[in-house]
DNA sequence: AAATAAAACAGTAATCATTACTGATTTAGA
DNA sequence: TCTAAATCAGTAATGATTACTGTTTTATTT
């Protein structure tokens, strides 16, 4: 595979390392633009998709049937907004447990998960209560 | 909203209450077909759209980018297989637990979340065994 | 049972996120 | 500097899903 370096995908790596919001990557090429006005689209999917692949981020698959992406790789999980869609990490402690608990009662082998929490963000919930 | 009856809906909803590997619209399609030969796949797309926005169904979004649908209501999880995609549920008592620790972690409000397991199937575990 | 309006249908076209393709450019290592 | 592999920009294609249109069913009222 040998994954090189190249200006595009270490600007889209940069951009995601310091993003806590998981962009899409539409808003991740929205971004990478400014910095490299002839980038295409093509090439963020494509650097996103390879990056993913490689363990170096992670694909989010949420309600919004757009995939979202983290450069934190640490074991965490989300919290996606009903309202506006908006992605926070969570962290517990529960993640070995829960596989543990899981591969329990599995007869297959368990190698990793998800967690997805939804409701409404601090914001919409204002917006909901002026209404 | 005022949902009626159909003879494909309801035809739809029968054949998602016993399966429980959480079919595609394809694959519902291609079933309910059997019994109703010019159902059309926009018409299985718009059942299953309008059962999962009145709570009736549940729609999964997993890794395959596809969308599965699921008629059984009570909390559990599920598990897919990164070989072969099957998906099948799991059944763990941690639901209240998780939701109640991540709802302290959170300013907004968690109303639901969802876990996915990935992993490999027995059967997908046997194959891999052989080669 | 006939009349009627709302809901649902089949069939098909359109949308939207994502992936694949092509010929030109960049990168990394000798 | 040279060269092959990797990557790019730009664009076409794909695939799941949704929207649209004119017709048929459904539920309800007479």
């Given at each position: 595979?040998?994954l ?42 494509r650097n996103l998709t390879l990056l993913?692949d490689n ?77």
């Amino acid at each position: 595979m040998a994954l090189n370096h190249s200006r595009q995908r270490d600007a889209i790596m940069d951009f995601l390392s310091y993003r806590k919001d998981h962009p899409t990557a539409e808003v991740i090429y929205d971004n990478v633009k400014k910095v490299y006005p002839k980038i295409s689209l093509g090439t963020v999917y494509r650097n996103l998709t390879l990056l993913a692949d490689n363990g170096v981020i992670r694909r989010l698959r949420t309600r919004d049937s757009k995939d979202h992406f983290d450069a934190d790789l640490s074991p965490h999980y989300h919290f996606m907004c009903n309202g506006c869609g908006c992605i926070t990490d969570i962290f517990l402690d529960h993640t070995k447990e829960l596989e543990a608990a899981a591969n329990e009662l599995t007869p297959g082998m368990i190698t990793g998960h998800e967690v997805f929490f939804y409701g409404t963000c601090p914001s919409c919930m204002k917006i909901k209560n002026e209404t």
